[in-house]
């Protein structure tokens, strides 16, 4: 059964970096496209990132600061974060897109449009 696990989340102070890692297991999702969502407690599902298409496309509040990649040879996709503020405090999900869409880039940011989900990783910034 495939699954997607995530690591690399914690604790951090304001300012400091993290790289988040969402590695496949039981499916190779090498022609598949990753994004990465983050959501707070009672709120829904926040669009971050998302290399498809060989491009990157990036949630405005982390434009700048967030870098997304993937190395297919470890079935793995990662997410950089730099630049962390206390409002990055959330739990950061990985995700694998149903179809690429490539002529359909404003589908990327839609969490229906992705069918497997890694449980998450809790991101703390502290001030």
């Known amino acids: 059964q495939a699954q997607l696990i995530e690591s690399g989340g914690g604790l951090v102070q304001d300012g400091g970096s993290l790289l988040l890692s969402c590695t496949a297991t039981?499916?190779?999702?090498?022609?598949?496209?990753m994004g990465w969502f983050r959501q707070s407690s009672g709120k829904e599902r926040e669009f971050v990132a998302v290399?498809?298409?060989?491009?990157?496309q990036y949630s405005e509040s982390v434009k700048g600061g967030f870098t997304i990649s993937r190395e297919n040879a470890k079935n793995t996709g990662y997410l950089q974060m730099n630049s962390l503020k206390p409002e990055d405090t959330v739990v950061y999900y990985c995700?694998?897109?149903?179809?690429?869409?490539?002529?359909?880039?404003?589908?990327?940011?839609?969490?229906?449009?992705?069918?497997?989900w890694g449980q998450g990783t809790q991101v703390t910034v502290s001030s």
């Open positions: 039981g499916h190779t999702f090498a022609n598949n496209a």
């Open positions: 995700a694998v897109l149903k179809e690429n869409y490539c002529a359909a880039p404003n589908r990327w940011t839609r969490a229906e449009e992705y069918y497997y």
């Open positions: 290399l498809a298409c060989a491009t990157t």
